[in-house]
C-alpha cells in the first residue's frame, strides 16, 4: 500500500492510472455489448477524448476492478458498540474496542459517502456493531440522505431492531427505503441465550412497526447455525405467511473469535430439502439486479420471500458490487479480506481540494487490486481477520451500563428441549453440557479440574415514579415503605438468590459462595436510558 501510494503522487503514474481506467471503461463497454447483444438498446460507448460528455459513467471507472466488477454498493460501519453480545459476531472474551478519536467522525462519513456517490455508489447501507446505539446516527443518516439529489437511490440499515422503533419515523424522513433486521429465532429464551441479552419482543414490534408505516423493503437477516437454531427454519418461513417481509438464512460464516467449525454450518441445500418436503411448491423467483447476494425463493400465496446467502458452499463473488467502509475509517473490499486501506488517514493527512483527487486515487488503487474470489472456507477460517462486530455486517458491544449489581458465580446453559426429532441424528456435541455419544444432555465430569476463583456481576435496572423516589433518604439510601425498608429487603433477597445459584442453574456443580455484594443507587431517568443506549 505505501508504494502504491507514492506512485500515485507521481504525475507520470497518475497518468498511467488514468489511462488504465480508460481502458478499463473499454473493456466493460466491450464486455456490456457482446453480454446483451440481443438487446435492442446497445451499450453506452465512453469517448474517451470528451469525457465530459459523460461524467457518470467516466466515474464508474473508479469503481470497476480489474475483473469487470463495478462496485456501486458501500457499507459504512457507524460504530462498534452494540447492545448485543450474539456469540457467531461478539467473541466471549469481547472485543477492544477502537478509541474515540480514532473513529470516523460524522464529517468524514458524509464526506466518505459524498465521495462515493460521485463515482457512482447508489446504494448505501450503514450497520455497526449496531448503528442506532452512536449517537448521532440519525444525523449522519439525514445528512447523507442529502446525496439523493446526487443519484443515491438506496439507503439502508441493517440493525438489531432494539432501540429501532423509537428511530423509525426520523429515519424514515431521512431517506431510509431499506431495513435489514437481525433475528435468529423466534424463541425469547433462545434470543437470550444466542445474545447474551434480553429484547425478542422489541425486535418483533419494531418489523411490524417497520411494515405498519411504509418502509419499502424490510429484510429479516438469519444466520443459522446446526445444534442452534437450524429446527426454526420452518417457522420463518411461515413468518413470512401474512407479512411482506424477506427472511434471508445465512450460511454461518467464519469470523475471528466466533468458533467456527464445519459441523456447525447448515447449508443452503439443507435449507431447501427441508422446505421443500413442508412446502413442496416452494419455488425460486428471479433475481431483481445482476448483483443480489442471495438466491430468492417464495410460497406461492405467501405475502413475503425467502432468501439464502451462501457465501459457505455457492459463493457469489463474481458479481459482488460491494465496498465496505469499518467504523475506524478503513476500506475492505472483500468482507473476508483481511487487505485494509485507511481513508480516514488519507482524509487527516491531506487537507484541501486537492486531497478528494487523491482520496479517488487511493480508492481506485484498493478497488483495482481486489481479487477474483475469496478463498474455501477452509481457508477463510484459518485466516486472520476481524471479528464480525469490527466489521460492519448482519449483527452486532458493551454490556448495558446499568445500576443494581451484584457479585456471584454463576454460569448459563441452554437445554434442546425443543429440537425437532429427524429420521437423520444430528450432532450437537459441540455444546458442552452434551454427551457426545448419545447426544443427551449431561452433567460435565470436573473430577480432573482444579480449584478455580470466580466471579460475575448482574447489573439490572428498576424503574419506579418519582413520587416513589422522593420517599428515598438521602443519607441513608433507604427507602422506607409501612412493610418495612425496600432496598434492605432487597438486599438479602438477591444474596438469597446468590446462595442457590447451583440449584437454580441446571447442570450446575454446588458452588461454595465465597461472598456477595449488592449495590443499590439512584439515578435519573435519562442517566439510565443514555447507558442502555451506550
Known sequence: LTVTMRALRRPVVRGGLLQMRASARRQLSAASSSSSSSSSSPSPIIDDDHPEESPRLRSQSTLTDKHGRFHNYLRISLTERCNLRCQYCMPDEGVELTPAPELLTSDEIVRIASTFVAQGVDKIRFTGGEPLVRKDAVEVLQRVGELRKDGLETIGVTTNAITLSRNLPAMIDAGVNALNISLDTMHAAKFEMITRR???????????????????????????????????VLDFVRFTRDRPVEVRFIEYMPFDGNKWNFDKLVSYQDMLDEIREEFPGFSRLEDETANETAKTWAVPGFAGKVGFITSMSQNFCGSCNRLRMTADGNLKVCLFGATEVSLRDVMRQHAGAASDEYLVDIISAAVKRK??????????AKNKNRPMIKIGGFHTSTPHSMRLRGTHTSRLCWSQAQVRRRTSVRSYSSLSHVDSQSNQPTMVDITSKGVTARSATARAVLSVPANVAALMDASTGELQSKKGPVIGTAIVAGTMAVKQTSNLIPFCHPLPIDGCKIDVELVEAAGVEEDLGE
Open 198 to 232: 434480553r429484547g425478542h419482543a422489541r425486535v418483533l414490534k419494531a418489523i411490524d412497526d417497520a411494515l405498519e408505516l411504509g418502509v419499502p423493503k424490510v429484510k429479516i437477516n438469519c444466520v443459522v447455525m446446526r445444534g442452534m437454531n437450524e429446527e426454526e
Open 371 to 380: 481479487k477474483p474470489r475469496h478463498a474455501g472456507m477452509f481457508e477463510i
